[in-house]
């Protein structure tokens, strides 16, 4: 198995609720490592450009919206396959469909405020750690 880095976000409503720490214990206990962290607030162009390829979807402008709201804990994370073991620990997009025990399923309030962010292929992964991390920041 590859080790990898993926990019993943807490989004605001996860911030808002205090459940930051819960959820980095199930990326943990997932086997993934926090190599980069910081806490910020998005502005409008930046959530705006990280979500570009949504750009098109009926949902884009309450996406960005929510996204923009209250802080987020964006992460890089390293694993052995760690895009599609953090896509597994997070759970499916709509908290209705997602397996028991993610994070998705115990956290998210709904389809749009999901509690997590994570890259779902190499190069946006790549693509996604370079938007928010200068190399230097990442600490293996
Ligand atoms: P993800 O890769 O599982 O995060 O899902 P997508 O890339 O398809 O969507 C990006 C984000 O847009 C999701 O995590 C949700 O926050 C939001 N989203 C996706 N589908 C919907 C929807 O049908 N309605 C709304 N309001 N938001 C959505």
Redesign the pocket.
């Known amino acids: 198995m590859p080790v990898e880095r993926t990019l993943s976000i807490i989004k605001p409503d996860a911030t808002a609720r205090n459940l930051t720490g819960r959820i980095i214990a199930k990326l943990e206990g997932a086997g993934l490592r926090v190599v980069a962290q910081k806490r910020v607030r998005l502005s409008r162009e930046v959530a705006e450009g990280f979500y570009a390829v949504?750009r098109a979807r009926p949902?884009f402008n309450?996406?960005v919206s929510f996204m923009i709201s209250g802080p987020v804990v964006v992460q890089v994370l390293e694993g052995d396959n760690a895009i599609a073991r953090n896509r597994e620990v997070m759970g499916a997009?709509d908290p209705a469909k997602a397996a028991p025990g993610t994070i998705r399923a115990e956290f998210a309030e709904n389809?749009?405020r999901?509690s997590v962010?994570g890259s779902?292929a190499p190069e946006t992964a790549a693509q996604e750690i370079a938007y928010f991390f200068a190399g230097t920041e990442i600490v293996g």
């Open positions: 949504h949902f309450d996406l997009t389809i749009e999901n962010h779902d």
